[in-house]
């Protein structure tokens, strides 16, 4: 199995993020579920917070701690350990407060100090509520950990977001069956330790000092390896070196191959890949930290989501606007243009389109109501999508399908439907021989592509562009279709399909 | 020496927050060296807590108490609970996460008791308690009926060899066969080690049996505090001359 390696090391990396953050988790709520027991006005508080804490979305909170923690582990650990903390405090309390209060008043009349009372008595009888509790915490950790993947801390979150990018569903599958099968097998093995824990016990179970020992050992191992990594990423970084990060899908990829390759090959840096990263805010917090030097980005995305400014259908040029306001607001330079827009469209059969004689989105919109239309769930909600269009080009369709993108083009080819909502430069479009119609009232920003990079980083290596300007210009839309084709039908890689296309083109 | 006060109580008085009515109301009582003081009275008089504050698990409201001769706040709590005062509780309030044998030895082992002393102290504990330590010691408390779980708890209290005891009812699930043996047991602890117990029952017939003195609670107040000699023949208030009546009918 090819996978196999990455799998056992994906798994590791899971098991080592999980464990410590629910280490980490433990060691600070015990003792303050221990505090709050004992000071009401504490309690109240922090439970409450606490209760708040946990509808913050993960991935919000990750974006959030990327310009002060930067990308990989440490923010994951401390998002992971944030949320591992209520449940953890949580039953600590309730453990506390279920112990017997004659027990509790025993222990202290037969002169037990605060502490042995705590240590002896009450301890012991809240264990296995406190356990169960940090066994609730660990299954919803294992869960939450494949977000370290849209920051590139590893786990099994990559191939999930690989295969969710990469349309691969039996890399999905890999990442989420092994995440589901370490869920249960925690929850058994943390069931077991509650068992072997609980006073209620009539007999007691074996728990060999064997069994502790490798317990031990584990725990030991998985610390020590939190603690390498942790450093390595903290301190460790070869001195010539770039890194090029991308988002999570295809194109991304192929684009950020493209770079990585060529600067391999023409310059004597260290290419470092940080590939498949969440969402445009932690690239770009990540770039403002210097985390990453180098990617690619979109005009339209950086004017709407970085810049924050909403798209006016008279605006022509928002490439100036974008360039000038990246290298005075971040000192952040965009290069020149890769020669191709991705941006929104509506698509429909060529033999459609040559029977009913249309070529744009006004043409369309005279038979609208006779047409079915497929549309992702996404495009569909937004009003920057199927309904702001329908809006500006009065279109009105019949039906209007909800269907996942995997399958947009299989309705499509078997007449499901008429036209579908897609991505100009999907390589599907060619596959199955579909046409965009244009977007003749400039609905959409433009989103043409370029590499984003670090002021400083290009006035230390000057060479670089030199070295990327071979592909500006050059990647057309037929040839970006082309490449995300390759990969996302013909299932190579992105590093494969980035280096035939430089091999083909003589880039190299 | 003979009638030495070894614990005082001086105008004590104590009322639980929220409650109108106090727990206990300006209580004065000598207890003296080696001698058993049996509480009775209905419930909710106040026994338990008398036994409570002398323990120092509640504190009076208002008055003093001495403990030879000195204010019971100069001793250290935890010195006083564990080496002067052995108390068995009448919630029994053992451990259920522990052995018999572990409930047992508790204070022996936070004292840093050697191993074999422990050991022995169990044995004999549970033999005097009626319970055979082989069959018993290595139980969980859930394993134990009502009656077993009292006398693990007497055993407790006497495991440190403490000078006075505090007894809140230890015998009320015990059936009459064995109840008799125990108090035989309580008897000689007086006579052999000069042990002060201040015992607190509902059943007269053992206030009776035990009690060098008899003190009857009402309300918080002690309404007559005497021997049985005294209490019978002299009863104070209707309410003690009822008593005895109800004691001897039984
Ligand atoms: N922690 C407490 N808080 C408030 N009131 C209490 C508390 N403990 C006892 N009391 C009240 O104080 C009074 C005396 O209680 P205490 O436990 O001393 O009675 P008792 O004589 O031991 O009764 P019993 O024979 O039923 O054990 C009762 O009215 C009881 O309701
Ligand atoms: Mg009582």
């Known amino acids: ?508 | 020496m003979k009638n030495q006060k070894i614990i005082e109580l001086i105008n004590i008085s104590k009322f639980y927050p929220g409650n109108e009515k106090p727990g206990i109301n300006n209580v004065s009582l000598n207890i003296q060296r080696g001698e058993i003081l049996v509480l009775v009275g209905s419930s909710g008089s106040g026994k338990t807590t008398l036994l409570k504050m002398l323990n120092r698990l509640e504190e009076p409201t208002s008055g003093a108490i001495l403990i030879n001769g000195k204010d019971i706040k100069s001793y250290n709590v935890n010195e006083l609970r564990r080496g002067f005062f052995g108390y068995v509780f009448q919630k029994i309030g053992l451990f259920p996460h522990m052995t018999v044998k572990e409930n047992i030895e508790i204070v022996l082992r936070l004292d840093n008791k050697p191993i074999i002393f422990r050991e022995k102290k169990v044995r004999e504990l549970l033999d005097f308690m009626r319970l055979s330590p082989n069959v018993y010691g290595n139980r969980y408390i859930n394993q134990l009926s009502g009656g077993e779980q009292q006398r693990v708890g007497v055993a407790r209290a006497l495991a440190t060899d403490s000078e006075c005891l505090l007894m809140d009812e230890p015998f009320g699930a015990l059936d009459a066969v064995t109840r008799c043996e125990l108090q035989d047991e309580i008897l000689r602890l007086k006579e052999n080690l000069k042990k002060t117990i201040i015992f607190v029952t509902h059943d007269i017939s053992e206030a009776f049996k035990l009690g060098d003195r008899i003190g009857v609670m009402q309300n918080g107040n002690i309404e007559q505090l005497g021997t049985k000699e005294q209490l019978c023949e002299f009863p104070k208030t209707p309410f003690v001359e009822q008593l005895m009546r109800t004691g001897f009918r039984t």
């Open chain 1, 1 to 508: 199995m090819e996978h196999g390696a990455a799998l056992q090391q994906k798994t590791f990396e899971h098991i080592a993020l999980a464990g410590s953050s629910i280490f980490l988790a433990s060691t600070i709520a015990i003792p303050l579920g221990i505090m709050m027991a004992h000071v009401p006005l504490l309690r109240k508080v922090l439970l409450n917070v606490g209760s708040i804490s946990q509808t913050i979305p993960s991935l919000a909170l990750l974006a959030f701690l990327v310009p002060f923690l930067g990308l990989g582990n440490t923010p994951t650990l401390v998002v992971l350990t944030f949320y591992a903390l209520y449940p953890i405090l949580r039953s600590t309390v309730a453990g506390l407060q279920s112990v017997p209060p004659e027990c509790k008043e025993a222990a202290e009349g037969l002169g037990l100090s605060h502490f042995q009372k705590l240590w002896f008595v009450e301890l012991p009888l809240a264990l296995p509520i406190i356990m169960s509790g940090v066994r609730v915490a660990t299954a919803a950790t294992i869960g939450i950990t494949t977000i370290a993947a849209f920051i590139g801390a590893g786990g099994l979150g990559d191939f999930i977001t690989q295969g969710l990018a990469l349309n691969n569903s039996s890399l999905i599958l890999l990442g989420a069956l092994p995440t589901a099968l370490l869920a249960l097998g925690f929850d058994y093995a943390l069931s077991q330790l509650e068992i072997y824990l609980n006073y209620r016990k009539e007999t007691s179970l074996p728990f060999s000092s064997l069994k502790k020992i490798l317990f031990g050992i584990a725990s030991i191992i998985l610390l020590v390896w939190v603690g390498h990594s942790l450093s390595k990423e903290i301190f460790f970084k070869p001195s010539k070196s770039i890194v090029i990060a991308s988002k999570n899908f295809t194109e991304q990829h192929i684009l950020a191959e493209l770079m990585a390759q060529l600067i391999e090959a023409k310059t004597d840096l260290t290419v470092i890949r940080k590939f498949n990263l969440g969402t445009t805010v932690i690239v770009h917090q990540a770039l403002l930290r210097g985390d990453i030097d180098l990617y690619p980005e979109y005009t339209g995305t950086a004017y709407m989501i970085v810049l924050k400014e909403s798209w006016n259908t008279k605006e022509k040029d928002i490439l100036e606007k974008v360039r000038n306001s990246y290298k005075n607001k971040f000192n952040l330079l965009w290069l020149g243009l890769f020669g191709f827009s991705n941006s929104q469209a509506l698509a429909v059969k060529k033999k459609f389109a040559e029977d009913h004689r249309i070529t744009s989105l006004s043409e369309l919109s005279q038979i609208s109501d006779h047409l079915k239309i497929a549309a992702q769930p996404d495009t569909l909600k937004r009003e920057d999508g199927l309904p702001g269009l329908s809006n500006a080009y009065g279109l009105n369709f019949k039906n209007i399908m909800q269907v996942d993108s995997n399958l947009l083009f299989t309705a499509i080819a078997h007449e499901k439907v008429d036209v579908i909502a897609v991505s100009t430069t999907d390589g599907k479009l060619q596959a199955f021989d579909l046409v965009t119609l244009e977007d003749d009232k400039n609905f959409y920003p433009p989103y043409q592509a370029a590499p984003v990079i670090r002021e400083v980083v290009l006035k230390t290596y000057p060479e670089l562009h030199q070295v990327l300007s071979p592909l500006f210009g050059f990647i057309s839309q037929q040839k970006i279709s082309k490449l995300n084709y390759e990969v996302d039908v013909k299932c190579f890689s992105p590093a494969e399909a980035a280096h035939k296309f430089l091999l083909e083109f003589n880039l190299l």
